[in-house]
């Protein structure tokens, strides 16, 4: 089946550092989303990407849809503590289809 | 702001026990998922959901699995007899319109003993 090759597997950071975390994949997708789990919790979706080459933003948060479809990053800029947590990729080949998530980054953020 | 809800947040049943997981979805929401997460591990895909029948369903999602849309609001997962490996947390998700935006909900923590 499809996979999504997330890295790193986990970070550890200082408060204030930037970040950055990226998935790829040997197939294309056609949506890109970066979800946030904190222990216990559901995903919440972060940031959604639908074209190659987007770079949206939400806050804080930065994510690139790769040019060939088969990769994409999240950036954190000046992290807080807040931040900690799990963050997974997901792709999608259509809107119909089910999302295929990455395994995830663990942020740890040291104060 | 609208969320999905998911009943009960933790389950503990004995192995071969029926087990039925409760979802909430958006309300103006179409497209209805289940998820399962295995702790340490990555989320995988159960089910879709549309138009009350499933649309896709994954390798996991085996003949001791079902789901239902009894009414306008609910969405279950009903698992006939549970295995000690069905012990996971399990997600719902639903979506409207736009593709892709799939929102999730707490999720169930099922422990089979």
């Known amino acids: 089946g499809q996979q999504l090759n997330q890295s790193p597997q986990s970070m550890f950071i200082q408060e204030g550092e930037d970040v950055s975390m990226n998935c790829t994949s040997s197939s294309i997708f056609n949506t890109w989303l970066w979800y946030k789990q904190d222990p216990g919790e559901g995903p919440v979706l972060l940031i959604a990407?639908?074209?190659?080459?987007e770079l949206t933003s939400n806050g804080r948060l930065t994510a690139q849809f790769g040019i060939t479809r088969k990769d994409s990053f999240l950036n954190i800029s000046a992290s807080i503590p807040s931040d900690v947590g799990i963050y997974f990729c997901?792709?999608?080949?259509?809107?119909?289809?089910?999302?295929?998530f990455g395994k995830g980054t663990r942020l740890s953020v040291i104060a | 702001e609208p969320e999905v809800t998911q009943t009960p947040s933790h389950q503990v049943t004995q192995m071969g026990q029926e087990v039925i997981l409760r979802c909430v979805p958006i309300?103006?929401?179409?497209?209805f998922y289940w998820y399962r997460q295995i702790l340490g591990q990555k989320v995988e895909f159960l089910v879709s959901?549309?138009?009350?029948?499933?649309?896709?369903k994954s390798e996991i999602f085996d003949d001791q699995f079902s789901v239902e849309r009894p009414d306008g609001s609910n969405f279950t997962l009903k698992i006939r007899s549970t295995k000690l490996e069905d012990s996971a947390m399990y997600f719902c998700?639903?979506?409207?319109?736009?593709?892709?935006?799939?929102?999730f909900g707490p999720g169930t923590r099922l422990l089979v003993l």
């Open positions: 990407l639908y074209k190659a080459g």
């Open positions: 959901f549309y138009n009350n029948e499933i649309s896709e």
């Open positions: 998700a639903s979506r409207g319109l736009q593709p892709g935006t799939q929102y």
């Open positions: 997901a792709g999608q080949i259509s809107g119909n289809t089910p999302l295929v």
């Open positions: 309300s103006n929401h179409l497209y």
